[in-house]
């Protein structure tokens, strides 16, 4: 049944347990700042997964990989000025045992100004963190220059492309989302239906939104099933990624990460990696390909996806 949610583009967001390292976590920062400041740069890479991103959303700058976070720490760190790095943790939330989300604030200071006063940036940032070779390591890392908020239309405009109708259809299942502005244009809101061999027909709906509290993009999920969740959104040009959370009918909690890959205006690929269910570890799920069959919710006749947000 999982398989066929996915298809339906984020057709489950699922939730956090509570299994915690916070000690490990905040050492993965604390071995990152001090190896920074010692300009020790043949040192950050051992800080990143492989296919690590650093992104810096105020200046548009995406850097892709553990090779080039290296290099261009290195040019950073090999330059006339000294830079100083500090980081405080607002909050680690565990997203099963192997992967965590950590939220705070970053302040960099490169000299002095004319008055002798420290000069620098501050920055808030959203991390992901996993466990990898039993040690944490830095999957992700966006960052923005604190105050430099969007408001949430602006914010959803990146997911404006998503309006529309999609359609899947597997071996075992037709699931049919919608996803359409709420008024105000600061909400979106996605209905969906999954029709699987042998189940009854499921229903829900998922509000999206930004909270600028956090500075993100989050969403918030029901099903007609009895679970719940929400999920936090890291979104790029052609690829987005949700940390979701899932309270189960039964009380059962479960996380993953869904990623949803555009092909083209008409065609994304959404698969589920990182899944755990109370703890335990379960296989990521395969691509499944989602097809837009109309551009507009707006421009359609009421069909059976949107029933539940009458």
Known sequence: MLRSLAAGLLAVVLPWTAIADEPGIRMLVDNYVNDFNAKRADKISDYWIVDGEYRDLTEDIIWVGREQISKEMKSVLDGDMTPKLSVTIASIRMLGDQAARVEGTTSIQIGNDESGEPRGDDFDFIALVVREDDAWKFSSIDERAVGDLPTASEALQQLAWLEGVWKDQTEDADVTTSVR??????????????????????????????????????SWSILGGGSYGDGDWQVEPDRIRVQARQTLPGGSTAVGTYVIEKVDDATIRVKIVGRSQDGSPLPNSNPITVTRVVDSIESTAPNKSESPAK
């Not at 979106?188 to 027909?201: I, K, M, T, Y």
């Not at 509000?207 to 989050?218: A, L, Q, S």
């Open 181 to 218: 502005w709420l008024p105000g244009r600061n909400f979106l809101l996605r209905v969906f239906q999954s029709d699987a061999d042998g189940e009854d027909p499921q229903q829900g709906f998922q509000v999206i939104g930004f909270d600028p509290n956090r500075g993100t993009i989050r």
